[in-house]
């Protein structure tokens, strides 16, 4: 531990000087970046005001109404007298006065009863600082009024005007202040900066000031004084040094447990391992042992997974065999109710037989009256070979093209009903399988899906086709039929593969149950996914044929 944190405290030592050093500089230029910004601002504003109060002239040349008052129309007076309030609020200004060139005031916006007031000497002392901003103080009807001020003129029926225009001052010398850091204080003629330790000077900008509360007779100079805080600097430093000293708690910290987190990983894997192989029983096969890790827990993990999933298969080929046991006695049950069908029959034909040799004028006669015996037994043994006539005949495993058995599947539904779609996937491989098995299967789901959708008018079929990637360059050909119908609960999925259950009135309940017959058969896989009122997906997976290429 010695060796490692003596070096790396010399090493965090010069970092943090070096940091220190540079973060001063950086936050030094950065402070002074921001005074300029403002320098640039306050320049802009000189541009502003000047572009508002040459507008403002424009028009002025431009109004009859103006110039009628001007020439002593005394129906437009009152237009003259709020001429200028009117300007202002329209160019944005917060000041503006139109005076002769005797200096009488014939309109004011910011203090309308200035109007005839003389104050030759206020265009005089603009005219001084005509290319840059004059800070002016003067009086509106609420409150004095802080303002950057220009001078304009303009000619107007043969007088010569002067425009005085400016914007209010105090709020836009505080938002000059982008970094909270930053402080600007205004300072008017006769005013000092109180001294503080914590504050610096760092740039004074002049402004030639005038103020009209005080009658001024020239125009005087105000500072604009911009002050940094140095606690920010000062907190980051304390910052940076509590941080060193963070750093260095942790690595401390860290080496003390690496030793445990090693062992950590290591036994942790095979922790969970045990406790899912533990979890494993023939009803409980559904722990997931899949990994990406390249190591021996990842080797061993792969090797429980194959391990699991033949358990699988074979559970359900177990189950698959306890339900064909359980068929074939109910098939014994169905050859003894045919064989109550037959009897009816054989005794009507025997009958029959005795009339025809003893007296063959009355057969006609014990036809009628015997042919309810038969009819009802006829219909009775239909009725046995429609529910139960669901055999299977021999598989014939060949390469099949799933693409070319889904489309031809899908265009007779088509034919029938609509809401039903293929997406196939390109270049699939063939499967290894029965063409008529697989297309058995498929009209069972297809079929079972569009009963599931016909009560809703925007019911769809999808049936869709994909390549499923597998192990070791393994794949398998995947068949999924889904649809938007009203889904399955939970008990209902639980028995949907039972035999002779069924939620469709006249269901025989053997369509599901054969579904899954031919599926294992085909060594093959089914999994559904339903959830009520939006909808089942069943996806059948099934082995390609041998030599089939793997799609790109």
Not at 105 to 124: A, K, M, T, Y
Not at 391 to 413: F, S, T
């Amino acid at each position: 531990m010695l060796a490692v944190l003596i070096p790396l405290g010399a090493l965090a030592l010069g970092v943090r000087r070096e940091l220190d050093r540079r973060l001063t500089r950086e936050y030094q230029e950065r402070v002074a970046s921001m005074v300029r910004v403002m320098e640039r601002d306050l320049a802009r504003e000189t541009g502003v005001v000047g572009l508002r109060l040459r507008a403002t002239a424009t028009q002025l040349a431009r109004d009859n109404r103006f110039r009628l008052a001007l020439q002593g129309d005394p129906a437009n007076r009152p237009y003259l007298l709020d001429y200028a309030g009117q300007a202002m609020r329209l160019s944005g200004l917060s000041m503006l006065q139109i005076q002769d060139r005797g200096g009488r005031i014939l309109s004011s916006g910011h203090f309308r009863n200035q109007f005839d007031q003389v104050e030759p000497n206020l265009p005089r002392l603009l005219a001084g600082a005509a290319d840059t901003l004059v800070l002016v103080r003067t009086r509106t009807p609420e409150a004095p009024l802080l303002a950057f001020v220009r001078i304009d003129s303009v000619h107007l029926a043969g007088r010569e005007l002067t425009l005085i225009g400016g914007i209010e001052a105090t709020g836009r010398l505080h938002a000059g202040a982008r970094d909270r850091s930053l402080d600007i204080t205004l300072l008017y003629p006769g005013d000092s900066l109180a001294s503080s330790s914590d504050r610096r000077v760092v740039r004074a900008v002049q402004l030639p000031y005038l103020d009209l509360l005080a009658q001024p007779g020239t125009l005087d100079t105000a500072r604009l004084v911009v002050t940094q805080s140095l606690d920010s600097l000062e907190a980051l430093r304390r910052s940076v040094s509590r941080w060193f000293f963070v750093a260095l708690a942790l690595t401390l910290l860290a080496g003390i447990i690496a030793a445990a987190w090693i062992s950590g990983r290591i036994s942790r894997p095979l922790r969970d391992l045990a406790q899912k192989t533990s979890r494993l029983d023939l009803d409980q096969l559904d722990q997931s042992f899949a990994t990406e890790r390249s190591d021996e827990i990842g080797a061993l993990s792969r090797l429980l997974a194959a391990m699991t999933e033949r358990l699988r298969t074979s559970a359900a080929r177990l189950r698959e065999a306890e339900r064909r046991a359980a068929v074939g006695d109910l098939a014994r049950q169905v050859n003894h109710d045919i064989k109550n069908g037959l009897t009816p029959i054989r005794n009507v034909l025997r009958h029959m037989t005795q009339v025809l040799r003893q007296n063959p004028a009355s057969l006609p006669e014990v036809f009628e009256a015997r042919r309810a015996t038969i009819e009802s037994s006829v219909e009775y043994l239909d009725t046995l070979a429609r529910n139960y006539d669901r055999l299977a005949p021999e598989l014939e495993r060949k390469a099949c093209d799933l693409n070319a058995i889904v489309q031809q599947v899908v265009a007779n539904a088509a034919r029938d009903t609509g809401g039903i779609q293929a997406q196939l996937y390109p270049q699939l491989p063939p499967a290894l399988g029965d063409t008529l098995v697989i297309r058995r299967i498929l009209e069972n789901l297809i079929g079972n899906a569009l009963d599931s959708v016909s009560g809703k008018a925007d019911g769809m079929v999808t049936v869709s086709t994909a390549w499923v990637r597998g192990g070791e360059g393994a794949g398998r050909l995947q068949v999924t039929v889904a649809d938007t119908g009203i889904g399955m609960t939970k008990s209902e999925l639980d028995r949907a593969f039972d035999d002779f259950y069924t939620t469709k009135p006249g269901g025989t309940g053997l369509g599901l149950s054969i579904v899954r017959r031919l599926i294992l058969d085909l060594d093959g896989s089914l999994r559904v996914e339903t959830e009520p009122g939006k909808g089942t997906r069943v996806i059948v997976e099934l082995p390609p044929a041998a030599g089939a290429g793997v799609p790109a």
